[in-house]
């Protein structure tokens, strides 16, 4: 089971690198199903390979001049220190044992892996949905909601460090639309926001959890060498339509893992 795990991670990267995003919210299920580790310790590893893949990917925008630092900062910042947070003290102070209801036994595993399955779902609904968000012409000159920004990036940290996926479902509509800024270029940032959030994250668990880095390192590497592949595809390939049908398979593994964390 473990080398279709190793196939997976490839994947990941494939994805990222060919639609720009969605793969990484596969992580968790893969370390869950297919290596058979812990949710907890899954969602802390996730955080890395999310972290190293997303690095990769905006180092890619980052040369072609798509990366607001500006706005990565604004949006970042708090996102930054809640998901330090959340992962440091508010996921190690959830018990193993939350409430039993009936024949259910509702644990921290349980628990956290039904978030990331609703957070599944509503990605999927994202990509399927094909939404562009457009800057208004009058507005493109206006001034950056910072509010707003603050209050999106502390949602976005406590998302991703409750259930170790980044949020760029969230995040590029945010930079789109209290930003004002050009969908390329939002894409590149919140790469950037997501790799920063991430690893920041898995550095609050490096306190809580011991860490099997050779395989760790060996997880992220076929991650980050799958944008590499999918980056050569991204041209003869029609990244709308895949990035649609990627989505229907979000939904489909969302679904399963919500049936099965509490009804199977």
Excluded: C
């Excluded at 949602?155 to 980044?166: D, F, K, N, R």
């Excluded at 995040?171 to 991430?198: C, E, H, Q, Y």
């Excluded at 390939?237 to 049936?259: A, N, P, Q, R």
């Amino acid at each position: 089971m473990e080398i279709f795990g190793y196939l997976a991670a490839l994947l990941i990267g494939l994805s990222l690198g060919l639609t720009g995003s969605g793969g990484a919210i596969l992580t968790v299920p893969i370390l869950v199903y297919l290596m058979r580790l812990n949710p907890v310790i899954s969602m802390a590893y996730s955080l890395f390979v999310v972290g190293t893949t997303s690095l990769v990917g905006s180092y890619k925008f980052y040369q072609k001049d798509l990366v607001s630092f500006r706005t990565a900062l604004t949006f970042g910042i708090p996102s930054l220190i809640t998901v330090f947070l959340t992962r440091r003290f508010l996921v190690p102070a959830i018990p193993e044992h939350i409430a039993s209801l009936g024949s259910l036994e509702i644990t921290k595993g349980v628990l956290l892996m039904t978030l990331f399955a609703i957070l599944m779902v509503f990605a999927s609904l994202s990509m399927i949905r094909k939404k562009r968000y457009v800057v208004p012409a009058e507005e493109k000159d206006h001034t950056p909601n910072v509010p707003a920004l603050l209050i999106q990036g502390v949602s976005v940290g406590l998302i991703s460090g409750m259930v170790g996926a980044g949020g760029g479902f969230l995040i590029i509509p945010a930079l789109v639309l209290f930003s004002k800024l050009d969908m390329r270029i939002a894409v590149g940032t919140s790469l950037l926001i997501i790799a920063a959030n991430s690893l920041f994250g898995f550095v609050g668990d490096i306190f809580n959890y011991d860490i099997h880095w050779r395989f760790l390192l060996a997880f992220s590497s076929l991650s980050i060498a799958g944008i590499f592949i999918g980056s050569a595809l991204s041209h003869r390939i029609h990244s709308d339509k895949l990035k649609t049908g990627f989505g229907w398979f979000v939904l489909v593994m969302g679904i399963y893992i919500i049936l099965k964390e509490i009804f199977l």
